[in-house]
């Protein structure tokens, strides 16, 4: 075996295990983008009407990184968390901040909470335990996952029906319903704080 190839096959063996210890970081979270991005968010809780629970939300208060920082979404009733998932990242507008309004219970459906977002508001189904973005679909409002790439459409059957290929459209009482503005999660530093109706709904 001549020098060169020992030295060849020292470099792969080299790469081989500096592959191994990258992907074992990246497996315990060491080196992944959550793992650095986790630390800019800020949390504030609310309580919300009609025993719908306990809010909190975290949200990144840095505007440079806001939009690369997965925020997160969680509803406690009684101890348990019955929404927890991670939504969208995007910034926290500094002057209106994230509205939130609320759609009462209507017969067996909701309560609902809206979390305004100028790239798509997010719903809150309380009774259902959901999540949803609800997105801008060829102007008919869509409901689509609440975190990752947003993802809309469908197809027309032979019949002329309406097939949802991703989300689903936006029905039901919930979709006509005029909520009540509880008030605005706004940034403050390196914190959030909740406003109630601090500035004249806007949308």
Same mark, same amino acid.
């Given at each position: 075996?001549?020098?060169?190839?020992?030295?060849?096959?020292?470099?792969? /063996?080299?790469?081989?295990? $500096?592959?191994?210890?990258?992907?074992?970081?990246?497996?315990?979270?060491?080196?992944?983008?959550?793992?650095?991005?986790?630390?800019?968010?800020?949390?504030?809780? $609310?309580?919300?009407?009609?025993?719908?629970?306990?809010?909190?939300?975290?949200?990144?208060?840095?505007?440079?990184?806001?939009?690369?920082?997965?925020?997160?979404?969680?509803?406690? *009733?009684?101890?348990? *968390?019955?929404?927890?998932?991670?939504?969208?990242?995007?910034?926290?507008?500094?002057?209106?901040?994230?509205?939130?309004?609320?759609?009462?219970?209507?017969?067996?459906?909701?309560?609902?909470?809206?979390?305004?977002?100028?790239?798509?508001?997010?719903?809150?189904?309380?009774?259902?335990?959901?999540?949803?973005?609800?997105?801008?679909?060829?102007?008919? /409002?869509? $409901?689509?996952?609440?975190?990752?790439?947003?993802? /809309?459409?469908?197809?027309?059957?032979?019949?002329?029906?309406?097939?949802?290929?991703?989300? *689903?459209?936006?029905?039901?009482?919930?979709?006509?319903?005029?909520?009540?503005?509880?008030? *605005?999660?706004?940034?403050?530093?390196?914190?959030?704080?909740?406003?109630?109706?601090?500035?004249?709904?806007?949308?």
């Amino acid at each position: 075996m001549t020098r060169r190839t020992q030295a060849w096959l020292a470099a792969i /063996a080299g790469l081989v295990v $500096l592959g191994t210890a990258t992907l074992a970081l990246v497996r315990i979270g060491a080196l992944s983008g959550e793992s650095l991005m986790r630390a800019p968010r800020a949390t504030v809780s $609310l309580d919300l009407p009609e025993r719908g629970g306990r809010l909190v939300l975290a949200l990144a208060t840095n505007p440079t990184l806001a939009p690369y920082v997965a925020r997160h979404v969680a509803v406690e *009733r009684a101890g348990q *968390r019955i929404i927890d998932t991670p939504l969208f990242p995007a910034p926290v507008d500094s002057r209106f901040g994230l509205a939130l309004t609320w759609i009462p219970a209507m017969g067996r459906a909701g309560p609902w909470l809206v979390l305004a977002d100028p790239t798509g508001d997010i719903l809150l189904d309380l009774r259902g335990f959901t999540a949803w973005r609800v997105l801008d679909h060829g102007g008919r /409002a869509w $409901l689509a996952a609440p975190s990752g790439v947003a993802a /809309a459409g469908h197809v027309i059957d032979a019949d002329g029906a309406l097939v949802p290929t991703q989300g *689903r459209p936006f029905a039901g009482p919930a979709a006509d319903a005029v909520g009540v503005l509880l008030g *605005r999660v706004l940034p403050d530093g390196d914190r959030l704080v909740f406003l109630a109706e601090a500035v004249p709904e806007t949308r």
